[in-house]
């Protein structure tokens, strides 16, 4: 593995079953957050082989390739808190659930936040007078998590993390995992240890993008080696079953083009299962999310797509370079699976940690937003896709002197002077 970087799983992640069929073999791609300062770095960069399976016994859907941890977190780049919308989300989130169970909690109870990133979720429970601890594989965002004065662990979340954690700070009442419930090849000793620092009266919530939403909105950005499973609530609901914990809530959120946040507690506690979780799953069997023919149609869907994209270059700026917008984690899987591999000329993102480095898709030149003047008649393709209004709405006076953005997602479409006003008021 050492020498490769990466190996295939065999089994499902979730019911360990090992029929898994093939659904989808997509381009190969690099791993998005390796940002360079010289061009001769991209010699290391590795283009990652990314096939999606479904599990015949639980309907579980996976990537197959598991990138080695200590390549795939290395110098990490993304911030929960550089997004506001995402800490509003947090403290939104905070505040319900502090509501929600406060028969349960009370103040300097331990709450533990799995992937937590620079702290920013966490920050709010602190806020409300809890006391935190953070447990996430990125040293550097650990560094700044630490500075910012949320105590966070360096690690995978493992078992010898978990007896640390267990020894110094005891169970705790909330344990969280946002965003980072896909990110373990190894989901059973994942729960085992959840259940480990789990007060017996304890609630764990995770939020996962909801395979529901990917289905139906098409969102091919959210694949990459990251996101090593997608899951549906039948698949979940079986996986908490055979691990002796019970689904006890889901609740959807918007962020991320459509996420669910579920509850799950020890299978002898006092909570009961709530009507949500069944709704999900009639909803899941009705509309056939997890079957082959609805998963093949997705990608039949994606591949039409991408056959509009290279006409519409082709009809409008035929052999013209293509500027990316957004130096997402998402990139190279929408550059590369949409027929843009060696296409882009630059990227254009603000990030302090990407502007002026180089990038692993392609070594294109990451610039800030300040020289998008001169890309007046380039097109530019939107790679950060959960953005795409934002992105618009920043730059409405350049579309007015004849700039153009195509968007990937929901579906493409070219913005220019003639219809920019009317997109970013829907």
């Not at 019911?15 to 791993?31: A, Q």
């Not at 659930?97 to 620079?118: A, C, P």
């Not at 017996?200 to 950005?221: A, M, P, R, T």
Request: charged share 25%.
């Amino acid at each position: 593995m050492k020498d490769k970087k990466f190996f295939q799983s065999k089994h499902c992640r979730l019911c360990h079953s090992r029929e898994l069929y093939k659904i989808h073999d997509f381009e190969k791609i690099p791993v998005g957050e390796k940002y360079f300062v010289n061009k001769k770095f991209y010699k290391n960069i590795i283009q990652f082989p990314m096939t999606l399976y479904r599990c015949s016994s639980c309907y579980n859907i996976q990537i197959s390739e598991v990138i080695e941890p200590s390549y795939l977190w290395s110098n990490y780049t993304y911030l929960s808190g550089q997004t506001k919308s995402i800490d509003n989300h947090f403290l939104e989130f905070v505040n319900n659930l502090t509501y929600k169970y406060k028969s349960i909690i009370k103040k300097d109870d331990l709450v533990l936040d799995i992937g937590s990133n620079d702290g920013s979720l966490l920050k709010h429970f602190k806020n409300n007078n809890f006391n935190v601890v953070g447990v996430d594989p990125a040293l550097n965002i650990v560094k700044i998590a630490n500075k910012n004065r949320i105590k966070t662990l360096h690690g995978l979340f493992d078992k010898k993390i978990a007896i640390k954690i267990n020894e110094n700070f005891g169970k705790a009442k909330f344990i969280t995992a946002f965003n980072v419930f896909a990110h373990t090849n190894e989901m059973k000793n994942f729960i085992v240890n959840v259940k480990k620092l789990l007060h017996h009266e304890g609630v764990f919530i995770f939020e996962v993008q909801y395979l529901g939403d990917i289905i139906k909105n098409k969102i091919l950005g959210t694949f990459f080696h990251e996101h090593m499973c997608h899951y549906s609530i039948t698949s979940l609901k079986n996986f908490f079953k055979i691990n002796k914990m019970k689904l006890i809530d889901i609740e959807r959120v918007n962020i991320q083009k459509g996420s669910i946040i579920g509850y799950v507690s020890h299978i002898n506690s006092s909570f009961k299962e709530l009507s949500s979780v069944n709704s999900f799953i009639k909803y899941e069997k009705n509309k056939k999310i997890y079957h082959k023919k609805t998963l093949f149609n997705f990608f039949r869907d994606i591949n039409k797509n991408k056959i509009k994209l290279n006409n519409l270059l082709e009809k409008n700026f035929v052999n013209k370079p293509i500027i990316g917008y957004g130096a997402a984690r998402s990139g190279p899987t929408l550059a590369y699976n949409f027929g843009l591999r060696n296409k882009i000329k630059y990227i254009i993102d603000d990030h302090f940690m990407k502007t002026n480095k180089y990038s692993p898709l392609d070594c294109v030149k990451v610039l800030s937003s300040r020289k998008i003047n001169k890309f007046i008649d380039l097109p530019i393709v939107i790679l950060a896709y959960l953005h795409s209004k934002k992105i618009i709405k920043m730059h409405q006076k350049f579309i007015s002197k004849g700039g153009t953005f195509i968007l990937l997602h929901p579906k493409i479409k070219l913005i220019n002077y003639k219809n920019y006003y009317s997109f970013i008021k829907k």
